[in-house]
Every structure is written in structure tokens, then in C-alpha cells.
């Protein structure tokens, strides 16, 4: 294999994660939305699975990976975190 090649797939590697693929950064719409007062939570689903980023005074706190649990689990995560009851 030629060494400039290598050498690509290394940069990306560094930059972009395992192969090319940056999990989180690859679908950034989220399914589903909960807020409350200074908190909000968004439900995401990537290749790997769904995650739950975290947000209070709109600055993420804490993305929180569920990729070995369902749909309803991450909702529930962003949930408890809106309710307060979920604290990081």
C-alpha cells in the first residue's frame, strides 16, 4: 500500500475516529426532545446504538451512551435528567 495512503487513513483515523466513522457527529438530529426549566435532553441514534446528550443553561454536560439498550431506555434517561432526578 502506498505510504501517502496510509498515512490519509491515519489522519483519519485521529481526526474523525476508528475508520473514518465519528459515531456522535455522524447524525445529529434527534429523535426526541424533553425539556424543563434550565434542562433539556436529546435522544440520538447512531451506528452503534442510541445516546442521550445532556444539556442545563445550554451547555452539554455529559453525552451518555446507551448502545447496548433500547429506545425507551434513552428516553427515559433524558427524561429522569429533565425531571432532576437523573444528576451528573
Known amino acids: 500500500m502506498a505510504i501517502w495512503y496510509l498515512n490519509y487513513l491515519k489522519e483519519m483515523e485521529n481526526s474523525m475516529g476508528v475508520y473514518?466513522?465519528?459515531y456522535k457527529q455522524n447524525s445529529k438530529k434527534a429523535w426526541h426532545t424533553y425539556?424543563?426549566?434550565n434542562r433539556y435532553a436529546e435522544v440520538h441514534k447512531n451506528p452503534k446504538g442510541f445516546y442521550v446528550d445532556l444539556y442545563e443553561n445550554n451547555q452539554l454536560v455529559?453525552?451518555?451512551e446507551a448502545y447496548e439498550?433500547?429506545?425507551s431506555?434513552?428516553?427515559s434517561i433524558a427524561e429522569n435528567w429533565v425531571?432532576?432526578?437523573l444528576n451528573v
Open 20 to 22: 473514518g466513522i465519528n
Open 35 to 37: 425539556r424543563r426549566d
Open 62 to 64: 455529559e453525552s451518555r
Open 69 to 71: 439498550h433500547s429506545e
Open 73 to 75: 431506555w434513552s428516553e
Open 83 to 85: 425531571d432532576g432526578v
